[in-house]
């Protein structure tokens, strides 16, 4: 530990800047206290305030920049990819595009506040079209806003967090050994929280296959599109699907026969928003209401994109 503190007073700016780029990137490598910390050494002249802001922004925008421009380029793809390898990938997607899609490109400038939304925002809102010199105008001002923010904390409380650098250097291996046992459990009780969230919605899905098998015997289901605003913004819904945004049933979905099938689909991780909008239905007596195993991308792989589906394929309701 006393290396470590040794190697930011000395080589400060390099640190912070591989520390931050790695962060931003997506790896779950906490950037934050280091900014503080960085703050506190700057009081006493060990490090540069106006550098390691610097240096710190500049790698908030490569990080930023690469993954809105992989979002332009690949667009719901990259979003997928993200989710899948974040700590909390089954509420991660429907999370982002309800806060981007309530606060558009605004949303940038408080995304590295917020886990998990800081890494998808950028590619979000490359998918949803926004201009570059919108993009980086809101990347650059949330980078400063940030890194500001963890540097005038560790400025404002030096003296403390003197106090605590000092008591870790003397610790030695026993301070990296807390701290790893910290990291480990932070991500056990991600785990714990990410298991208990898909028990929640533990239900039985129907594969495309058997929906095929439906269609086939003409007991033609309605389609319901559980996906968030954002995400039929990127995607066109089902023809003759539903949009069903939570909260009560629609009227459409009201006035059926409750013995009617519902599929619901989504384009989540492990079909979990379209799991949870059919256990609402089936808690309002929509018994045969189940979710789409593969969500929207099964439909199409089976089906064709959704300009290309045959609207007769699904109920027409309401």
């Known amino acids: 530990m006393a290396n470590l503190i040794l190697l930011l007073q000395e080589y400060g700016v390099l640190i912070v800047f591989a520390i931050v780029l790695v962060e931003q990137i997506g790896l779950p490598i906490p950037a934050f206290p280091l900014l503080i910390v960085a703050g506190a050494l700057s009081v006493d002249g060990d490090s540069n305030w106006l550098a390691v802001l610097s240096v710190s922004v ?10 809105f421009r992989a979002g332009r380029y690949y667009g719901k793809r990259i979003l997928r990819l993200l989710c899948k390898i974040s700590l909390s990938p089954d509420y991660c997607v429907s ?12 949303a940038l ?11 998808i925002a950028p590619p979000l809102a490359g998918a949803m079209g926004t201009s570059n010199g919108v993009f980086l105008g809101f990347s650059v001002a949330g980078a400063i806003v940030w890194s500001g923010t963890g540097i005038a904390i560790g400025a404002g409380f030096h ?42 919605v533990e239900i039985d899905r129907i594969t495309i296959d058997d929906l095929k098998k439906l269609l086939e015997q003409g007991k033609a289901p309605v389609l319901v599109d559980a996906r968030s605003v954002t995400a039929q913004m990127l995607e066109p819904a089902v023809p003759g699907a539903l949009l ?15 013995n009617h099938h519902i599929i ?5 991780p492990n079909d979990v928003t379209a799991a949870h909008v059919a256990k609402e239905l089936i808690g309002h007596g929509y018994h045969r209401a189940k979710p789409l ?17 045959d609207e007769g394929n699904t109920a027409s309701v309401g």
């Open 58 to 67: 500049i790698a908030c925008l490569i990080s930023d920049y690469s993954w």
């Open 95 to 106: 999370q982002t595009e309800d806060n981007f899609n309530r606060w558009g490109p605004k």
């Open 109 to 119: 400038v408080v995304a590295k506040f917020i886990p998990g939304f800081n890494t």
């Open 159 to 200: 003296t403390q967090i003197d106090q605590v650098l000092e008591i870790l250097s003397t610790m030695g291996t026993t301070a990296l050994i807390v701290l790893g046992v910290l990291l480990v459990l932070f991500i056990g009780f991600k785990y714990i929280e990410r298991k208990r969230f898909r028990q929640s």
């Open 244 to 258: 069903f945004n939570g909260g009560e049933p629609i009227p459409e979905l009201i006035a059926l026969d409750k």
């Open 264 to 268: 619901v689909y989504c384009s989540c």
């Open 293 to 309: 195993h593969g969500g929207l991308d099964a439909w199409n792989a089976a089906f064709g994109t959704p300009r290309e589906v």
